[in-house]
């Protein structure tokens, strides 16, 4: 993700360290960090603000000044929770690269069903911290009525949490597990894809890396390009450019990864479907 934040400001004209100085802050999936660490850097007289975590992170730098340009990544459909005035007019003093529009999550929730055609009970797992909650739980219940299954609302934003909800998976009959894109569960990758194979979990997750590390499944959009994207506005806006005037950017591609060998030591059958349209396949 910092390789391709710095990647994308070369692109816009700027080098780390020649005509460029970068403050980072890091609240390592602890939201309560945010606000104090936006608050440093605003104390910094910085003359951008780029926020990589999402919605939290971007909310917690909008809080914390009005006049310093925020660049933000990786945002779940911003004009719809209230970050930005709209896509196309962002208004304010921020803008960046939204990751999922709506349908997306809706998307993973048929997807895992696709795989798991007997499946009538499927958990979604939440970060209830996160401002995007509400509108991934809408969108996994709009998935659910359409494919005619219950969805499960699961929550968790500490690590105890993710240990007790994977716990309680066999009892509750859940047949698989979805997860949005979110910066705590991302912080603890490892950890959650060593929990479904403890537990025998079939799970979609929302980026690659997932997938890359031993999960089931991934669909969603490259949150390094996001990162990229996003880190050029950041380049045009230190050129002059506003906030207000830059449109809020939107992925341009999805992708589905499938893991083979994940599949086999769950005992599943990949249809032939999903390998149909799976942009990438490990084996």
Do not use: C
Request: proline share 7%; no cysteine.
């Amino acid at each position: 993700m910092v390789a391709a934040f710095r990647q994308g400001l070369r692109e816009a004209g700027f080098v780390e360290g020649q005509n460029v100085i970068v403050a980072f802050r890091w609240a390592e999936g602890h939201y309560d960090r945010l606000p104090a660490l936006a608050a440093e850097l605003v104390e910094l007289r910085v003359a951008v603000l780029f926020t990589a975590g999402g919605p939290p992170s971007a909310f917690a730098t909008k809080a914390a000044t009005q006049t310093i340009p925020i660049i933000f990544s990786a945002a779940l459909d911003p004009a719809r929770i209230g970050l930005v005035a709209s896509l196309n007019q962002p208004g304010g003093n921020i803008t960046g690269m939204s990751i999922y529009p709506m349908g997306v999550d809706a998307k993973s929730v048929q997807l895992l069903k696709q795989l798991l055609p007997a499946a009538t009970l499927i958990g979604y797992l939440v970060n209830p911290s996160n401002p995007s909650a509400a509108v991934y739980i809408s969108e996994a219940a709009i998935a659910a009525k359409t494919l005619g299954i219950e969805v499960k609302v699961l929550n968790a934003n500490s690590e105890r949490d993710l240990d007790e909800v994977f716990a309680s998976l066999p009892k509750a009959g859940v047949g698989g597990l979805a997860f949005p894109a979110e910066p705590f569960f991302d912080s603890q990758r490892d950890r959650i894809v060593a929990l479904a194979a403890r537990y025998a979990v079939p799970a979609i997750y929302g980026i690659r890396e997932y997938a890359i590390a031993g999960g089931l499944m991934s669909y969603g959009a490259s949150l390094p390009d996001s990162s990229r994207r996003a880190a050029i506005y950041a380049g045009r806006v230190l050129k002059g450019e506003k906030p207000e005037n830059l449109p809020v950017m939107e992925p341009t591609k999805y992708d589905l990864v499938l893991n083979m060998k994940t599949a086999k030591v769950l005992g599943l059958t990949m249809p032939e479907a999903l390998l149909a349209t799976a942009d990438e396949v490990i084996e």
